[in-house]
């Protein structure tokens, strides 16, 4: 009797089987199979396998996922019962907690740590459930928690000769001090890996990996810190490695982990490690001022993305997709395009919306990019709501810094002194960083100094940006002070110092291209000019001086026609569908 019931259970597996890699995959037929497979009493080892992939089929192909927990859950509990069964037992343990994670992280905690604690003999599966918890303990900002298990992580895998598992483990460690702005104790680190790194002798194709990681990391480290000249050597090696990575000859990512089995991750597959290296150029790009190159970035990456998703649409895929949308509004505003700014602020939207987790981290940055567009519109009262909306759900300090410093500039284009007068200690450029906020905050002081007829005050300020924004490359800032310089020296009835300033402001803006700088360059050379009695020149600036005009004023026109502008009335809450019918814009001409 007992054979016959193997018979069939082992019958019921086969034919399971072959349902679920039949073309197409009856994938109904294959998950009755293996619900029957229960009927007739198998061992536990076979039970516990086939819980794991019921559930993990009810996971990929249903919505079910009750059901699948239930499954995994089962597969976990009976798979504690069996010796050396630890593939099922730790990938039921992993997949379970991954399904906790999303509404009990307490539970799915406990699940790990018991997990932890039964595979000290397994490499791969106790370093992979030390990252897992590592990460839940890092979305949920306890750090210091997070850091430790890494630490832990990094000690077992060098107990365990697994190398390079050690210096991932390191590299994550330096991510997350990078995450908490703890520049002082990520050094140390950084010069850890970098020495692991350089010397290593193992596999070459996983000593590419880790370099790509660290430069990576560096990149970042360098820009979160405003460094955009520093920042040029680094990057240019990870274009160099990431071009390696992708060359046709590299191997298939199962073969780059090599046979160890305690080194067989990779911090992320080589098709998103592209898309990354992409979107830290664009940030890079951006930073720098150079629109046009941070322009064709995004588009390359974007189409990247959207092939990915096509076969595999993972989560971090979105992120990719959110922040180089992100970043690339910013700078069609820059560029003076309002509609095309507006058009990816919706999209970036529309990829939130159904997602409350994404949302969430990515509200403040929403808010943000709706504050700016907004000024560019001189929709000045959304504006405000804006950026104090971004003030409201942000708790990190650079982008609580750059929506104050804009908001400072819609106070002072709405004179409102008061409001203005609050908000400048909070914008002091003594206590701020990075390197680039600090040289925008003396821009804006030299601004409001400008509005108060303060010149010599202005010119004290702004010759502070010029000289910090030189000294990283930050060619918009540059350009902004020089022109704002040239209106004071005009103001001052200095035209040839005015005309040394404004010359290059507008070369430099057309370069970025900035063309509200252009817009402003444009009418104190047409002015200077006319002052000269050079009116070939005059005429010429003021065609240029029209022309900006007329485009920016086409654009804002169509701007105010789209459904997507009354994103600007959105401050709380779920994001609101788009109307089709807009109401009358509330924005005034341009100034």
């Not at 592209?274 to 064709?296: D, N, R």
């Amino acid at each position: 009797m007992a054979s016959q019931q193997d018979a069939w259970y082992l019958s019921l597996l086969g034919l399971a089987e072959n349902f679920r890699t039949s073309n197409p995959p009856n994938i109904k037929a294959c998950i009755q199979c293996l619900q029957a497979v229960f009927h007739f009493k198998p061992p536990p080892k076979v039970e516990a396998r086939t819980h794991l992939q019921l559930g993990n089929i009810l996971l990929t192909h249903t919505k079910n996922t009750d059901l699948a927990r239930s499954h995994l859950e089962q597969a976990w509990g009976l798979s504690q019962n069996i010796q050396t069964f630890d593939d099922v037992k730790f990938e039921a343990a992993s997949v379970v907690a991954e399904l906790y994670e999303q509404n009990d992280t307490n539970i799915c905690k406990k699940i790990l740590i018991k997990a932890i604690e039964v595979s000290q003999h397994h490499v791969y599966w106790h370093c992979r459930l030390i990252f897992q918890l590592a990460q839940i303990h890092a979305s949920e900002k306890n750090i210091s928690v997070a850091n430790s298990l890494l630490e832990i992580g990094s000690d077992y895998a060098q107990v365990n000769n697994a190398n390079y598992t050690k210096v991932l483990f390191i590299l994550s460690r330096c991510m997350l001090l990078l995450i908490e702005k703890k520049f002082t104790e990520v050094h140390p680190l950084f010069n850890t890996a970098s020495r692991h790194v350089e010397s290593w002798e193992g596999n070459h194709f996983q000593k590419e990996y880790l370099r790509v990681y660290l430069l990576v990391l560096q990149v970042c480290y360098f820009l979160m810190a405003g460094q955009v000249k520093s920042v040029k050597s680094v990057l240019k090696q990870l274009q160099q490695s990431i071009q390696t990575i992708m060359s046709p000859s590299w191997p298939s990512d199962e073969v780059v982990t090599g046979s160890n089995s305690g080194d067989m991750f990779i911090w992320m597959p080589k098709e998103h490690l592209y898309i990354l290296v992409y979107l830290v150029t664009v940030m890079h790009s951006m930073q720098a001022g150079y629109m046009e190159k941070a322009q064709k970035y995004t588009d390359k990456a974007l189409s990247q993305i959207e092939k990915l998703k096509s076969t595999d649409n993972k989560p971090i895929l979105s992120i990719f997709q959110l922040m180089l949308l992100e970043h690339i509004v910013m700078c069609r505003l820059v560029m003076g395009n309002k509609t095309t700014a507006l058009a990816e602020i919706a999209q970036a939207c529309q990829l939130c919306r159904p997602y409350p987790k994404l949302l969430k981290s990515h509200e403040a940055q929403l808010h943000t990019l709706l504050g700016l567009y907004a000024m560019s519109m001189n929709c000045m009262e959304s504006a405000e709501a804006q950026f104090l909306a971004t003030l409201r759900t942000s708790s990190e300090k650079e982008l609580c810094t750059f929506a104050n410093l804009n908001l400072a500039i819609v106070y002072l284009r709405s004179k409102r002194d008061k409001e203005l007068g609050e908000l400048m200690d909070r914008i002091n450029p003594d206590s701020l960083q990075p390197h680039s906020l600090q040289a925008a905050a003396y821009y804006v002081q030299g601004l409001q100094a400008f509005f108060g007829a303060r010149y010599n005050e202005a010119k004290r300020y702004l010759r502070e940006t010029l000289k910090m924004a030189n000294a990283e490359d930050l060619n918009r800032l540059t350009s902004c002070s020089l022109v704002l310089l040239g209106h004071i020296f005009l103001s001052l009835g200095n035209e040839r110092e005015s005309m040394n300033m404004v010359t290059p402001a507008n070369q430099l803006a057309s370069k970025i291209p900035d063309v509200h700088v252009q817009l402003w360059a444009t009418a104190i050379l047409k002015d200077l000019y006319s002052k000269n009695g050079d009116h070939n020149h005059e005429t010429e600036f003021y065609q240029m001086h029209l022309n900006f005009s007329q485009t920016l004023l086409k654009d804002h026109f169509q701007s105010t026609q789209m459904p997507e502008h009354t994103l600007i009335q959105w401050i709380q809450g779920p994001i609101p569908p788009i109307s089709a019918n807009p109401p009358p814009s509330t924005s005034r001409a341009i100034l």
